[in-house]
């Protein structure tokens, strides 16, 4: 699975939008974007993935350059809630485990 | 469906306690995993199971037993806890792993003295 770079920390205002940015240059052609958040303390809760097209679901919308070898994640109207680390993975759609690979992520915060 | 779920939600063992996590979900999910999180630090994945009466070692095993004998159940075991293995553990499911949508359980916070 291609590794990805992600800033260490973002802040946001209240009801702006969030773009969180992610590099994987190395990315391959089968491979997938993935990102998931985890507020303090919980369990990472899944958000959106995407192959090369941009997908949007009611929790946020998925941009990918069209080399692929960046992504940015869209929160349009960023709460309180949404401070959480994000974390972007890419990984192909194989393998026997099927395990998420997690590296550090961004932590967003979100600022009144 | 209560997803997935966690017990205990927390634990202090002394060293060399032993103890079982429990992980159980209600999806029908053929896959589970067993993670652990260190302060600043992703997740890494201990053991996993493939299905029922399967199991196998992640990246950081060492120290660290699991059991799947029912479907919906998977549990993790330290026989002889160390401070080292002070940590919070996740536990996650996937109908399959072509998926890379995996559903967390809410964690256990385990300190071992």
């Known amino acids: 699975d291609a590794k990805t770079t992600q800033p260490p920390s973002m802040d946001c205002a209240e009801g702006r939008a969030a773009n969180l940015p992610c590099n994987h240059s190395?990315?391959?052609?089968?491979?997938?974007v993935y990102w998931y958040r985890q507020i303090h303390s919980q369990g990472p809760q899944y958000i959106i993935h995407?192959?090369?097209n941009n997908e949007t679901n009611e929790m946020a919308s998925l941009i990918i350059t069209e080399d692929r070898k960046s992504s940015t994640l869209i929160l349009p109207h960023a709460t309180l809630r949404d401070t959480a680390v994000y974390y972007c993975?890419?990984?192909?759609?194989?393998?026997?485990?099927?395990?998420?690979?997690f590296g550090k992520g961004t932590k967003l915060s979100v600022k009144p | 469906n209560a997803g997935v779920t966690q017990t205990p939600k927390f634990r202090v063992l002394k060293t060399g306690q032993s103890m079982t996590l429990l992980c159980a979900q209600d999806?029908?999910?053929?896959?589970m995993y067993w993670y652990r999180q260190d302060p600043g630090m992703g997740l890494r994945l201990i053991h996993y199971?493939?299905?029922?009466?399967?199991?196998a070692k992640g990246e950081v095993p060492d120290g660290y037993n699991v059991s799947r004998l029912k479907k919906q159940n998977f549990l993790l075991g330290l026989e002889s806890a160390a401070p080292s293995q002070t940590s919070v553990y996740f536990c996650a499911s996937t109908v399959h792993p072509t998926s890379g949508q995996q559903f967390f359980g809410p964690g256990t916070r385990l300190t071992v003295l």
């Open positions: 190395t990315i391959s052609g089968n491979e997938y």
């Open positions: 199971s493939v299905g029922e009466g399967t199991t």
């Open positions: 995407g192959l090369k």
């Open positions: 999806m029908n999910h053929e896959y």
């Open positions: 993975i890419v990984r192909g759609y194989g393998g026997s485990q099927g395990n998420l690979i």
